[in-house]
């Protein structure tokens, strides 16, 4: 049941994160200016985020897919820790690790049995 509660919790932070791109919410798209990410990656971003939280979802029914798309968002999120210390931001390096633990965890939890 703890896998369960923290799983849809995680799709929910990470789908909050896509919808935030998507919506271009100022706390978001500034820094992704500041760091040199080309607006024209900003909706890809946004689906990779949306698609991640999906496939967190429906994880709870094909264990595969949830591994797969945490997979893909540890990959994703570890990507934007690089990329925030590479334009030596490094007072806004937590807040990418804010979605990458979480998803993290989850996958640290395994499937459901």
């Given amino acids: 049941?703890?896998?369960?509660?923290?799983?849809?919790?995680?799709?929910?932070?990470?789908?909050?994160?896509?919808?935030?791109?998507?919506?271009?919410?100022?706390?978001?798209?500034?820094?992704?200016?500041?760091?040199?990410?080309a607006r024209g990656w900003w909706p890809w971003l946004g689906a990779a985020k949306a698609a991640g939280a999906a496939g967190l979802l429906a994880g709870l029914v094909v264990p595969v897919i949830g591994v797969v798309a945490g997979i893909g968002l540890v990959l994703y999120f570890t990507g934007a820790v690089i990329t925030v210390l590479r334009a030596r931001s490094y007072v806004h390096v937590p807040f990418p690790l804010l979605y990458l633990a979480p998803v993290v965890a989850v996958l640290a939890m395994g499937p459901i049995a």
């Fill in 1 to 37: 049941m703890l896998t369960v509660i923290v799983t849809v919790l995680t799709a929910l932070w990470v789908g909050f994160s896509a919808l935030s791109i998507f919506r271009r919410a100022k706390w978001v798209v500034e820094p992704l200016a500041e760091y040199g990410v």
